[in-house]
Each structure stands twice: as C-alpha cells, then as structure tokens.
C-alpha cells in the first residue's frame, strides 16, 4: 500500500513539473511579447513626436501666411 502510495505521489509530482515547465515557458513567451511591443510601442511614440513637430511648423507657416 505504501509503494502504491509512493508511485502515485510520484506520478502526479512529475505532471506537477511538466505544468509548471510548460508555465514558465508560457511566461518567458509572454515576456517576449511584451517587450517587443513596447520597443514598437517607443518607436511609434518617436513618430507620433516628430510628426507632430512637423505640424507645429507647418502650422506656424500657414499662420504667418494667413
């Protein structure tokens, strides 16, 4: 009974370790994820930011013309 015990224990510890393998590897993929799309996210915002310098000065041109 007790060896039964023990390889059940066994069994389920080793389906504990292939979840918790598989988890982590899901976080690190996540991870990933997140910094490559705030890497996207900082070079949109650079964009976004000269754009929108670009406007100003074109504003201020059509100002002074109007």
């Known amino acids: 009974l007790q060896q039964t015990e023990m ?3 066994d069994t ?3 389906q504990l370790s292939a979840i918790l393998q598989r988890q982590k ?3 690190l993929a996540i991870g990933s994820e ?3 799309q705030n890497e996207m996210l ?3 915002t650079e964009d976004v930011d000269r754009v929108g310098g ?3 000065g ?3 041109q059509l100002n002074r013309l109007g």
């Open 12 to 14: 389920q510890l080793s």
């Open 42 to 44: 900082d070079r949109l």
């Open 58 to 60: 074109a504003k201020k």
């Open 7 to 9: 390889q059940t224990q």
């Open 25 to 27: 590897q899901i976080g």
């Open 34 to 36: 997140i910094q490559e």
């Open 54 to 56: 670009k406007l100003a």
